[in-house]
């Protein structure tokens, strides 16, 4: 009866490790995240808060470049510019991050993904699992759940570092992870 249970049970402690090295979604640390900024302040109009139109012109404002998504942008701008300069610089961010980190929660899940997993392509993101039962059960109310708490981090970090950003890492996440204790 022993030999019997011995090889179910030594596979099951093998095929569970992965799952014990998943780590929480809280291992990561916002205010140390190293978020590129991918988008600039020229991509996104500052009034509407949506891509910029490529064939409308630019003009500045305290040395920052803006372009709007519809002709009567920048005549809006001008009446209350400091409005505009931080709703854009925080909506920038916030899209600059979820950019940048929707491939480190799963969805399904929440935990932080190991990376090299299946992804999805949802909302204008790539999203990634974390293990094969996400694979397989991954359901369209998990992306859209993926997505409100990508939401919420961006935001929760743009509160801890405004709109820092950090050109060269090699990673979002280097230094950022706090390590399980062994």
């Known amino acids: 009866m022993l030999r019997r249970l011995a090889i179910p049970l030594l596979l099951l402690s093998v095929l569970s490790v992965p799952s014990l090295a998943q780590l929480p979604a809280d291992a990561v640390q916002l205010a140390k995240l190293k978020i590129p900024e991918k988008q600039k302040s020229v991509d996104l109009c500052p009034v509407y808060l949506e891509p910029s139109d490529p064939q409308l012109p630019t003009w500045s404002y305290q040395g920052v470049t803006y372009r709007g998504s519809k002709p009567d942008a ?3 701008f001008l009446k209350e510019p400091d409005k505009y300069v931080e709703a854009a610089r925080r909506q920038r961010f916030i899209n600059n991050f979820m950019t940048a980190m929707s491939t480190v929660w799963c969805p399904v899940t929440d ?7 299946l992804q999805w392509k949802r909302f204008g993101l790539t999203f990634e699992s974390c293990c094969a039962f996400c694979d397989e059960n991954a359901k369209e109310e998990d992306f859209q759940r993926g997505l409100e708490q990508l939401k919420k981090r961006a935001e929760e970090t743009y509160k801890l570092i405004g709109a820092k950003y950090t050109e060269g890492a090699a990673s979002p996440l280097e230094g950022a992870i706090i390590k399980p204790k062994s």
């Open 74 to 76: 920048q005549e809006k």
């Open 111 to 117: 935990q932080i993904t190991p990376g090299g997993m």
